[in-house]
């Protein structure tokens, strides 16, 4: 990811959003933003989301 990318990110987190990263969990832990939930795309994480993540709150998908 390019610095402006990452940095409109944190402005998101910083705003309140929930950013919701679904690459897969080896990609996530070589480099996050701190305050990113990792999901991935498979699993079950995809189906927690509403579980974790407060009705309302802006969500935002981050990921290839």
């Known amino acids: 990811a390019s610095m402006r990318f990452d940095h409109s990110l944190a402005e ?8 919701l990263d679904i690459r897969s969990g080896r990609d996530y832990d070589c480099g ?24 309302g709150r802006q969500h935002v998908l981050r990921g290839c």
């Open 12 to 19: 998101l987190i910083d705003a309140g959003a929930a950013v």
């Open 32 to 55: 996050h933003i701190p305050g990113i939930y990792s999901i991935g795309r498979h699993g079950l994480w995809s189906v927690w989301v509403g579980w974790f993540v407060a009705r």
